[in-house]
């Protein structure tokens, strides 16, 4: 990498710092850290959200989804287009007002309104655990991104200069910051990719007729894909815009109702059809180029397909370029990295530690975040994938959660001891599956057993508890 496209990069790198260290001064309570004083428009609210649910873990990871399986891959921002909104048009009207009207600052907050303080707890737990597993997947793809391009920087180094740049602007400036620079790492995304990234790479591997005679024709098709597939996605992803900490935040923070819904149907534009295409494309591209002998040393067989994209930007990109798309591509990951870490320290200091109302909350919650922080660079230093990691972590909040999310928006008796009931057997039996990576018949994802178990155990324990 030359000395222009570093410094391109540095200077990115410290603009976000620098937006850290603005609202640091600005914030002067944990409403302020964790919902942005609640006067956030439609346009920041819907960037932000697109920015954190695709973020660096769908950019890498539709990459590596183009890279194997061509267009196809496009159908899992599809979920997240349905999701966007479905929860904008069922979720948002019951819960914004609510919000404002009692302070909600988290998810689970809503949970114990319904319920009660054992069912938030639990549902604290959960949401903060995954949202860990989440934002290490974010670090991940980071440092997978940086060790792809940097010449001599190895993937544990990566790790270190990934985790700390983002934890450090997100203890500083919480959810305003954010916001914020997720407004501007989209802008920046999108600019790289639709005006340096896909034309000079579609060019630099030889355009269509290249693609055409290079890769099989199913990579060109739309239905290169199992029923499977798609279900298992459906479950993973739509359920997590009912139950996502880091939804519920932008939600709170929104100037009203009308807001947060106009930022929800942004966000589903942008993930369907525009971000998803841009993804599996590039990640074809890679595909291209790998077949065609562009990338020296790597063929089909001995490259991790989430490095193809990366190192398909680092051999075609000329100087001055590479530095723009890099950032663009970290602008993605940080963007996605910030939000779950504000989701994983504001379920733990709001809905496990019960601190968010003492004098010194909101120093609390800056040294909360940043401890969780490490704790998630520790954990990326342990995994491999970025989609899978992502994907299991979606899948444990989602098992665990929608059931009781779904009783309590939908059900004219919500139980507090069936919710809990299910919350529980949901997780757990879904942790379980993929811990022990069993294998389920049709191919279907842990969590799809997961969920029809959390709500076989509700509507059971409802009937007995109702009776009793």
């Known amino acids: ?16 710092l620098g937006v850290g260290f603005y609202f640091l001064r600005k914030n002067k309570n944990t409403e302020d850290y964790y919902v942005g004083g609640r006067k956030l428009s439609s346009i920041h609210i819907g960037l932000s959200v697109v920015a954190t649910d695709v973020g660096g873990g769908f950019s890498i990871g539709l990459g590596g989804l183009g890279f194997t399986m061509g267009l196809s891959g496009s159908w899992l921002l599809f979920t997240g287009l349905l999701g966007a909104w479905l929860s904008g048009v069922l979720l948002i009207p019951r819960i914004s007002e609510l919000a404002r009207l009692k302070g909600f600052l988290s998810f689970p907050q809503y949970l114990e309104h319904v319920f009660d303080k054992r069912v938030a707890l639990i549902a604290g737990i959960i949401s903060a655990i995954g949202y860990l597993g989440f934002t290490s997947s974010q670090i991940l793809a980071g440092a997978k991104l940086a060790s792809s391009t940097f010449e001599g920087l190895n993937l544990e180094n990566a790790l270190l200069i990934m985790g700390v740049i983002a934890v450090g602007y997100t203890v500083l400036g919480g959810l305003k910051a954010v916001i914020y620079t997720d407004t501007i790492q989209w802008i920046i995304l999108m600019a790289g990719l639709v005006f340096v990234g896909i034309p000079i790479s579609y060019f630099s591997i030889g355009g269509m007729e290249a693609i055409k005679s290079t890769i099989e024709p199913e990579f060109l098709s739309l239905r290169n894909i199992s029923w499977q597939q798609i279900i298992n996605w459906m479950f993973t992803i739509i ?8 939804l519920y935040q932008r939600i709170y923070a929104a100037k009203n109702t009308r807001a947060a819904q106009q930022g929800w ?3 589903g534009l942008f993930e369907y059809p525009i971000m998803a295409f841009m993804g599996v494309i590039l990640g074809m591209f890679a595909r291209v180029a790998v077949e065609n002998g562009m990338l020296a040393g790597y063929s089909i067989t001995n490259l991790d397909a989430e490095m193809g994209l990366p190192l398909l930007l680092k051999t ?6 590479l530095g723009i798309v890099l950032s663009a591509y970290f602008s993605a990951i940080m963007s996605t990295a910030d939000s779950c870490l504000m989701a994983a320290s504001g379920n733990i200091l709001t809905d496990v530690l019960k601190k968010h109302d003492s004098p010194n909350s909101l120093r609390f919650s800056q040294f909360l975040t940043l401890i969780i922080g490490g704790v998630a660079l520790l954990l990326a230093l342990k995994m491999s994938s970025v989609l899978e990691l992502m994907l299991h972590s979606y899948s444990f909040m989602v098992s665990g959660m929608i059931v009781p999310v779904l009783a309590a928006l939908f059900t004219k008796h919500p139980n507090s001891r069936s919710a809990l009931l299910a919350m529980i057997a949901g997780g757990t039996s879904t942790l379980i599956l993929i811990i022990g990576n069993f294998n389920l018949p049709l191919q279907l994802d842990a969590n799809i057993f997961g969920i029809s178990f959390s709500a076989l155990v509700y509507t059971i324990s409802h009937m007995f508890f109702t009776k009793v």
């Not at 075609?316 to 370029?321: E, K, N, R, S």
Request: no cysteine.
């Open 1 to 16: 990498m030359s000395w222009i496209d570093l410094s391109i990069f540095i200077v990115y790198l410290a603009a976000m």
């Open 239 to 246: 359920p997590i815009w009912f139950i996502g900490m880091t």
């Open 265 to 267: 149907f942004i966000a």
């Open 316 to 321: 075609v990109l000329p100087v001055g370029f």
